[in-house]
C-alpha cells in the first residue's frame, strides 16, 4: 500500500509517498503539484525492507511531515502575510536552530539562514540590531565574572574580550528563555561553552540576498566587550 505524506509548515510545499513492493520499496518526492522524482531501494527481506520504511517515515514525520489520503485533494497553499522583523520573529529564528548537526556551526545555524534570505534586506538588517541589542544588554561585569575559569577577575588579570562576546552568543543561541534569566541573574551564565558562529549569521544572509561577498551590516550599539559603560562600572 502506497502511503503519502505532506508538508506545508513555513516555506515548504512538498509531498512524499513511499510504497513496498515485497522486497524493495518505491519513494517518490517533490513540490506539490508536480510529478517529483522517483527512487527505489531493494534488500534482502521483505521485513528488513519494512522495518527500513518505517525508519523513513518515521524521519518524514519528525520533519513535520503528516499523512495524507493522497494528493488529489491538497488545500492550496495559502499565501503568508509578510510580517516585519520584530522581537517574536527573532526568538521564533533563534529557535529554529538544528542542535541535532552540534559540531558542524554551519549546519546548525542552516534552517535560520534559510529563513534570513527568504526575508527582506530590511528584515535582515533589523535582525542583526536586535542582535546587537541583546548582546550589548549582557556586556557587563557581573556577566564577565560568572563564565567559569575565564572570568573578568580583574583590571590587572588578563581577560579575553572576544572569548567573552562569545560566550554571549551562546547564550541568545540558546532561547529566550534563558536570555531572560540569565539577563536578571548573571550567576546563569554559561560557563566554558560559547557561540561564535551566531556573530556572523546576519551578514551571511546579508551577503547572500544581495550577492555580495564581505559586505556588514553596521548597528546602532556596538556588541563589542567594554561597550556597555554603565554595565562595567
Known sequence: MKRTFINQIGASNKFWTIEQLEEKYLVQWGKIGTDGRNNEKEFSSSAQCLKEIEKLIKEKINKGYTETNDLTNIPEKPVLEYKPMNDYIFWAIISSFNWKKTGDDDAVLRPALK??????V???????E?????????DGRAYASNIGPDSFTSETEFFSTDYFLYV??????NGKEYYESVLADPT?????????????????AYNKKLKTEGEFIETKLSFETYSNVEKWK
Open 130 to 138: 536586535i542582535l546587537s541589542e541583546k548582546l550589548y544588554s549582557l
Open 122 to 128: 530590511d528584515d535582515i538588517k533589523l535582525f542583526a
Open 188 to 204: 546563569q551564565m554559561p560557563e566554558e561553552m560559547d557561540f561564535e558562529s551566531l556573530l556572523y549569521l546576519a551578514n551571511e
Open 168 to 173: 554571549r552568543c551562546c547564550v541568545i543561541a
Open 115 to 120: 529563513s534570513l534570505i527568504a526575508m527582506t
